[in-house]
Nanobody
Framework: QVQLVESGGGVVPPGGSLRLSCVAF????????MNWYRQVPGKKRELVAT????????KYADSVKGRFTMSRDDVESIVYLQMSDLKPEDTAVYLC????????????WGQGTQVTVSS
């Protein structure tokens, strides 16, 4: 069964850090572009970070540049999002996405993990 399972969310004070993980089951991430999105109720889902397949080039939303780092381990089919200097506006459900851009384009989504930044 194909699944993406996120973990690592929690409650942290402003300035704190968290590392999110996303494990792929039923497929290998090697051929997928991997993305982290975040969702706040009533707001549009926001693309936070992307890591390409192959060379693993990363891109970040301006709001998180310099604070978040995305990485991937295609042997274990895991992607990570290291988040530092967290701010209250980073509070959201963080969702992992795997996007295959080949002939049979498709994508998978995880269920999300809650991150709350509060004092």
């Amino acid at each position: 069964q194909v699944q993406l399972v996120e973990s690592g969310g929690g409650v942290v004070p402003p300035g704190g850090s968290l590392r999110l993980s996303c494990v792929a089951f039923g497929f290998t991430t090697k051929y997928y572009e991997m993305n982290w999105y975040r969702q706040v109720p009533g707001k549009k889902r926001e693309l936070v970070a992307t890591i390409g397949n192959g060379g693993g080039r990363t891109k970040y939303a301006d709001s998180v540049k310099g604070r978040f780092t995305m990485s991937r381990d295609d042997v274990e089919s895991i992607v990570y999002l290291q988040m530092s200097d967290l701010k209250p506006e980073d509070t959201a459900v963080y969702l992992c996405n795997a996007h295959y851009a080949g002939d049979s384009e498709h994508e998978y989504w995880g269920q999300g993990t809650q991150v709350t930044v509060s004092s």
